[in-house]
């Protein structure tokens, strides 16, 4: 987060931008936490100037995604025919019009769901941009303001419980990520 904070230059505007920029580079890799972004608009602008910030930059991720999503996989839908395996996700493939809305504006307020996905589902869905613009950047304020709050109260706690609950949360990720190879393995 160090390096992220030394990127953004001293003039606003322009870290406004780079920082957008950044959430709009996370948005279309799909596979990368938008956290960081959020604690360095955060720590940078402070809580209200950052959560805003953040939530336009993800806004622009999620609609730039969406349109690259929809051309690459226009590119090659007869090649690849693999099922996704979620329910609301599959159900929004051929969603259109209203239930098409709820759903993005439902998947993206679930914090369990990654945006990636909801984006690529909706791409290669029958919903509109506008629509999915309208939903994407409504669903994702509840989830960034807590989110920003998170991160914004984490930040306010002495060094040694920031380590402590660092600490903590790789543990449980270990704890899972050994667990879910471990699960894998059995059903082979």
Known sequence: MGLLLELLPGNVFIAAMVSILLSIIIAVAGLIPSTFITAANIIFFG???GLVISIIGEAAGAIISFLLYRIGFKAIEK??????????????????GMEAIILVLILRILPF????LVTLAASISKMNIIHFAFASTLGKIPALFIEAYSVFQFLTWKFQYQIGATI?????????IIWSRRKDNESL
């Open 47 to 49: 809580f209200q100037t």
């Open 79 to 96: 090649r690849v025919s693999k099922p996704i395996n979620n329910r609301f996700l599959e159900r929004l493939k051929s969603a259109k």
């Open 113 to 116: 769901v990654p945006s990636g």
């Open 168 to 176: 903590f949360a790789l543990a449980v990720l270990t704890i899972y």
